[in-house]
């Protein structure tokens, strides 16, 4: 594949952001705190790209938690991840993004975030390099519909044959997918035989680079 002729969607958490397991363990002591649940790592791998508030109902109803502390949960999670959480990327991001602006690519985040996260704990420069930022604030379904996908390629203006998504859940590889994307998926969560939806899987962004390079 011409990767230069493309356009690029990120996902966040897991692509750019080592933050999945920051986020797990926050998940983990908010549903262990008060209600002495204790999640699964890859159980909550698995429902990367939701959402919060989907996240909170599918874990919470799982374990018999009622509905009416889910805000309580969200609020412990929250805090804990904050208290927590520093902004740190993959080998290969940088360079990856540095080389897609300098050749004038198009790049797009798409993250089941909240958009308060994002926007608290990420730095301004690093936002600033793609021309569009969707959020769980900005969409009415979540991954593993497309419209978060669908929705980036229309705001940067390109059909979304003409986008390349880098994903590391299966949510996202199967909203991507559905949104006629080409998907490439980074072993950085989850074993390979979850990401078998994807059109290419790699190790990491450091590979996605070599390949580029190479063509």
């Given at each position: 594949?011409?990767?230069?002729?493309?356009?690029?969607?990120?996902?966040?958490?897991?692509?750019?952001?080592?933050?999945?397991?920051?986020?797990?363990?926050?998940?983990?002591?908010?549903?262990?705190?008060?209600?002495?649940?204790?999640?699964?790592?890859?159980?909550?791998?698995?429902?990367?790209?939701?959402?919060?508030?989907?996240?909170?109902?599918?874990?919470?109803?799982?374990?018999?938690?009622?509905?009416?502390?889910?805000?309580?949960?969200?609020?412990?999670?929250?805090?804990?991840?904050?208290?927590?959480?520093?902004?740190?990327?993959?080998?290969?991001?940088?360079?990856?993004?540095?080389?897609?602006?300098?050749?004038?690519?198009?790049?797009?985040?798409?993250?089941?975030?909240?958009?308060?996260?994002?926007?608290?704990?990420?730095?301004?420069?690093?936002?600033?390099?793609?021309?569009t930022l969707i959020t769980s604030d900005d969409i009415s379904h979540p991954k593993p519909n497309p419209e978060p996908y669908i929705k980036a390629a229309k705001l940067l203006n390109v059909e979304p044959k003409d986008c390349v998504v880098l994903e590391n859940a299966p949510l996202g590889i199967q909203a991507a997918k559905s949104a006629k994307m080409f998907v490439i998926a980074f072993k950085t969560?989850?074993?390979?035989?979850?990401?078998?939806?994807?059109?290419?899987?790699?190790?990491?962004?450091?590979?996605?680079?070599?390949?580029?390079?190479?063509?």
């Open positions: 594949m011409d990767f230069e002729s493309k356009n690029f969607l990120f996902d966040f958490d897991g692509v750019i952001s080592k933050s999945p397991h920051t986020l797990f363990k926050a998940w983990r002591f908010a549903f262990n705190k008060k209600f002495n649940v204790n999640i699964e790592e890859e159980e909550y791998y698995l429902l990367e790209g939701i959402g919060v508030q989907k996240t909170v109902e599918i874990l919470g109803n799982k374990y018999g938690v009622n509905a009416s502390n889910f805000q309580t949960i969200i609020k412990l999670k929250d805090a804990y991840f904050r208290r927590n959480y520093t902004f740190t990327v993959y080998d290969g991001v940088y360079e990856l993004t540095n080389s897609l602006r300098d050749k004038g690519i198009k790049m797009g985040l798409v993250t089941g975030a909240d958009k308060y996260r994002i926007l608290e704990s990420v730095p301004k420069s690093f936002i600033d390099q793609f021309s969560t989850l074993p390979e035989y979850h990401l078998s939806k994807a059109d290419l899987i790699l190790e990491s962004i450091v590979h996605l680079l070599k390949l580029i390079e190479n063509q």
